[in-house]
């Protein structure tokens, strides 16, 4: 009855179209969210290079055949590089010295042998536990990173011997071994695959087992520095790929075409996302609005019902329960178009060969959680003061 | 309870000169359980008086005080239980939901309480002559009508002080008495008293005293 008479002055119009702006923007909201985790997070954990990390080289020209261009990087070059502030780091890849090869140790497959170039780079643009990647003098085995084409090669190569194909969790069980060589002694040591990459073209080893092996087999080799890693800030990354091309550097392509695709498409979300923010923002208010107009047609009914003995309390309860529904159910439908939204997109990206992460955001629903809780606080508070105002007692 | 005004004088009826024997400016009790008439002229406060024992106005000088407490200090709560318990009132205008029936202005004040049975309304509307309004909307009722579901609906809470602000002044003389009988009924059965204010004397009924404003 109480409800009855407190929303018999309702502009159902008018509610209808806050309801509509209110729907629209949650259900951007909680898509645009979800979609700028996605991106941000696609390409995390498929490899072990951290995000927005690229491996650049000065690219090959006339002028290094001949020797006029330096092909390695100064410490200064490296300093001036770090200096940019859309950089977050920049640290060489250091290359062996000497000769090594890699062989297959393991009476179950057969013999593989190659020659191979092996790198390490500072474990902070690894995304991986530092504590598996470890070496120290006098370990018996080595922990690698491989290239994901030498596994694809020891593939063709175990076909070719009419043997099955190994997956990457069986190539880690494989033990192998390095031979270490120099002109005057040879080495063998143990080493196990805790990792593949598919950014780097040599096997990654801990710094450490570097700097061992040079000091061992190449102890007069000057190290010089070809390749450095540079990380991007997040959503910065086209500066980082415009500064590659204003000092003639170049990384592997996919690198760069990932980190330029999730730059845009991160900075085409966010704009969704702030325009998601201000639709949500001005709808509520128009909801609240909405509330504060039908109060103000009910200022004798909640002013007598007061004057007979009900209790503010109640008629804020009425207000906020029925704006809370209204909130839960604009919620409610916001998420089942997310929903909808989402497995439509999913298979956008699907076909256009993205396969990001198909879960639902936890952010995501938090921020419906949030968008919704503040909506409800809101329209708590105005009913309160609303009808408090109007209180004699 | 109780009720006293401590040289209380409202700021609208500052400028108005108020008799010896007058409320207002004066020390004036409304004893527990009496049944008293306020007489006035227009223009003299009576539901002044009305709105200001009831809490709704507070623009005055001077105190009310309940049982001794000055009623500027009860809490939002205690007014709500004053008002659903202690002290009902008849105003003036009326104050009924016209878009509401007769059944729900009644049920509207008796659920805060669950005081009467329906069946008990119905008797009481029927007494009045209305029990057939029962479903139509006020607004549809006479003044008359109107006054009469006023008057059963603050009949359908505990009260110890009754208030009604000239409750017969659309009624003609039978329904007057009428009414004035049910309440003096209710009053005796809750041990309570009653202020009804008047625009003159009311010979039809043993007040036990009068008051001036």
């Known amino acids: 009855m109480l409800r009855k008479l407190l929303f018999q002055y309702q502009d159902k119009r008018q509610l209808v179209i806050a309801v509509v702006g209110a729907f629209l923007g949650m259900t951007f909201l909680i898509t645009s969210i979800h979609y700028l985790i996605k991106v941000n997070d696609f390409g995390k954990g498929a490899d072990i290079l951290g995000p927005n990390t690229v491996i650049v080289q000065k690219k090959v020209s006339s002028f290094n055949t001949l020797n006029i261009a330096k092909p390695d990087f100064s410490l200064s070059e490296i300093e001036q590089m770090k200096k940019e502030p859309f950089i977050l780091d920049v640290e060489p890849v250091e290359s062996n010295n000497f000769n090594i090869t890699i062989e297959t140790a393991d009476p179950s497959v057969p013999r593989f042998r190659g020659d191979i170039f092996i790198q390490t780079v500072d474990p902070d643009f690894l995304d991986i536990k530092s504590n598996d990647f470890h070496w120290k003098k006098g370990d018996t085995i080595v922990p690698i990173l491989m290239p994901r084409d030498l596994l694809v090669m020891m593939n063709m190569f175990m076909g070719s011997k009419g043997m099955p194909q190994i997956s990457d969790e069986l190539a880690m069980d494989i033990h192998f071994k390095f031979a270490l060589k120099n002109d005057t002694m040879k080495e063998y040591i143990s080493c196990r695959i805790i990792g593949f990459t598919n950014d780097m073209p040599s096997v990654l080893v801990p710094q450490s087992f570097m700097n061992w092996a040079n000091n061992r087999f190449a102890p007069d080799a000057e190290q010089k520095i070809t390749q450095i890693m540079i990380s991007g800030k997040e959503n910065e990354f086209g500066l980082v790929e415009q500064m590659l091309e204003e000092r003639h550097l170049e990384s592997k392509n996919a690198q760069v075409v990932v980190g330029r695709l999730k730059s845009m498409v991160g900075t085409l979300i966010l704009v969704v996302l702030g325009i998601s923010i201000i639709a949500v923002f001005l709808s509520g208010l128009v909801l609240i609005q909405y509330l504060q107009l039908l109060l103000s047609k009910n200022l004798y009914e909640v002013r007598t019902l007061m004057r007979l003995g009900h209790h503010p309390n109640t008629l804020v309860k009425n207000f906020f329960v029925y704006f809370s529904k209204v909130f839960g159910i604009i919620g409610a439908l916001s998420l089942v178009a997310f929903i909808g939204f989402k497995l439509f997109l999913d298979k956008v990206f699907e076909s256009g060969g993205l396969y990001i992460d198909t879960n639902l955001s936890l952010l995501s629903i938090l921020a419906l959680i949030l968008a919704y809780s503040l909506f409800a606080l809101a329209s708590y508070l105005s009913a309160r003061k609303g009808i408090y105002e109007q209180n004699n007692g | ?213």
């Open chain 2, 1 to 213: 309870m109780n009720i006293q005004f401590n040289q209380v004088m409202p700021f609208p009826l500052a400028s108005i000169s108020h008799g010896h024997d007058s409320i207002w400016g004066n020390v004036a009790k409304l004893e527990s359980g009496k049944k008293i008439l306020l007489n006035a002229s227009s223009g003299k406060g009576k539901s002044t008086f009305s709105m200001t024992v009831f809490g709704i106005r507070k623009d005055y000088d001077g105190t009310i005080l309940y049982d001794g407490r000055d009623i500027k200090t009860f809490s939002v709560d205690e007014w709500v239980e004053i008002r659903q318990r202690k002290i009902s009132t008849v105003f003036q205008d009326l104050q009924l939901f016209h878009k509401l029936t007769v059944a729900e202005n009644l049920q509207l004040k008796n659920q805060l309480t669950d005081f009467k049975t329906e069946q008990e309304i119905k008797s009481l509307l029927a007494e009045l002559e209305i029990d057939h309004k029962w479903n139509d909307p006020c607004g549809l009722l006479s003044m008359g009508q109107q006054q009469r579901v006023a008057i059963v609906r603050s009949l359908c809470q505990p009260f110890d002080w009754l208030v009604l602000d000239e409750p017969f002044s659309h009624l003609d003389e039978r329904n007057s008495l009428r009414c004035l009988s049910m309440i003096d009924a209710e009053c005796n059965s809750q041990k309570a008293g009653f202020v009804l204010t008047s625009l003159d004397d009311d010979n039809r009924f043993t007040y036990d005293y009068e008051l001036k404003l």
